[in-house]
């Protein structure tokens, strides 16, 4: 789990200059070679577990909805760069974010949330979503509290889509 963070605060920076979504000018080059990234070479391998540990038990949108805690993640979520690449019901270069707490835990969504970098090398779904995408989640810094808080904005975003259906 150990990594450089200057190393990742390069990468960052690589990676949000690159982008992500439909702003982006034509005949820019995509993101960075998987194999290029600091973080691959700090955690000394890229051995990626069968089962992802963090994804077992109860989806996160299976738990009541703190709506107080939704209001902090809806505006985390625009001040901390989320919708630079993240929409809800609209995938542009990176996944879609609607329906993805009733996909993963909490747990999953935390540990994506606070180590991308991490969870891409070691977790086999996220390590899938970075194959797909070829796109490597840039860390936004967030405490453990805003991430719950995002969790709990995302979780709000899949209940009234729900509602909305019926
Ligand atoms: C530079 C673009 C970028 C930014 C900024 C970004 N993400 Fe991501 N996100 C990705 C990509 C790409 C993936 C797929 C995993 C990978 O390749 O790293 C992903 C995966 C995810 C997933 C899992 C989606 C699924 O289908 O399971 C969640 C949840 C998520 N991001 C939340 C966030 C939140 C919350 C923020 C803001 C704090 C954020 N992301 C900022 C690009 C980004």
Same mark, same amino acid.
């Given at each position: ?15 949000? $200059?690159?982008?992500?979504? &439909? @702003? ?6 995509? +993101? ?6 600091? =973080? /691959? ?42 919708? $630079?690449?993240?929409?809800? &019901? @609209? ?6 974010? +609607? ?6 835990? =909490? /747990? ?48 709000? @975003? ?6 909305? +259906?019926?």
């Amino acid at each position: 789990m150990r990594r450089s963070s200057l190393a990742v605060g390069f990468f960052l920076s690589a990676m949000l $200059a690159a982008g992500c979504g &439909g @702003k982006k000018s034509e005949g820019e080059t995509a +993101a960075p070679s998987p194999s290029s990234t600091p =973080a /691959a070479a700090a955690t000394g391998g890229t051995s990626v577990l069968a089962t992802s540990r963090y994804d077992s038990g109860p989806r996160a949108g299976e738990s009541p909805v703190d709506e107080a805690k939704a209001a902090q993640g809806e505006k985390l979520f625009q001040t901390k760069g989320c919708t $630079a690449c993240h929409a809800f &019901g @609209k995938r542009v270069t990176c996944p879609d974010l +609607a329906g993805v707490t009733q996909r993963r835990t =909490a /747990a999953w969504m935390e540990n994506q949330i606070l180590h991308p970098d991490v969870m891409t090398k070691e977790d086999p779904i996220a390590h899938d979503l970075f194959a797909k995408f070829s796109l490597q989640m840039p860390n936004q810094k967030l405490t453990e509290d805003e991430a719950r808080a995002v969790i709990e904005f995302a979780k709000h @975003k899949d209940k009234g889509a729900a509602a909305a +259906a019926h």
